[in-house]
């Protein structure tokens, strides 16, 4: 198995930046694709943005895709979410999953098989 835990999250004003990170233990597989998934109170856990853990293939969400990055550093096992231009609705705690492969599904929080226990996210207007 593997574990994923999240790091970075905490409160920011409007307008401000995060990293997020989320560091995986264990060994992973050059097919996994790692996701973050933020979640809102009430609401379900929405996709934001994937990368392949090989290649250069990166996936997000057309509402945040001008603001979010994702990256990874195989080296450090860890994937990374760099948010900017944060706005209240990006509260939420984000989560970070892997799933074993790709597929045109890449966005389905459903296909994903490890999950950390998630980072709060709170932007301040």
């Known amino acids: 198995q593997v574990q994923l835990v999240e790091s970075g999250g905490g409160l920011v004003q409007a307008g401000g930046s995060l990293i997020l990170s989320c560091a995986a233990s264990?060994?992973?597989?050059?097919?996994?694709?790692a996701g973050w998934f933020p979640q809102a109170p009430g609401k379900e856990r929405e996709f934001v943005a994937a990368?392949?853990?090989?290649?250069?293939?990166?996936y997000y969400a057309d509402s945040m895709k001008d603001r979010f990055t994702i990256s990874r550093d195989n080296a450090k096992n860890t994937v990374y979410l760099q948010m900017n231009s944060l706005k209240p609705e990006d509260t939420a705690v984000y989560y970070c999953?892997?799933?074993?492969?790709?597929?045109?599904?890449?966005?389905?929080?459903?296909?994903?098989?490890?999950w950390g226990q998630g980072t709060q996210v709170t932007v301040s207007s």
């Open positions: 264990g060994r992973t597989v050059s097919s996994y694709v």
């Open positions: 990368i392949k853990w090989s290649g250069d293939t990166t």
């Open positions: 999953a892997i799933r074993p492969s790709y597929s045109n599904t890449v966005t389905r929080a459903l296909e994903y098989v490890y």
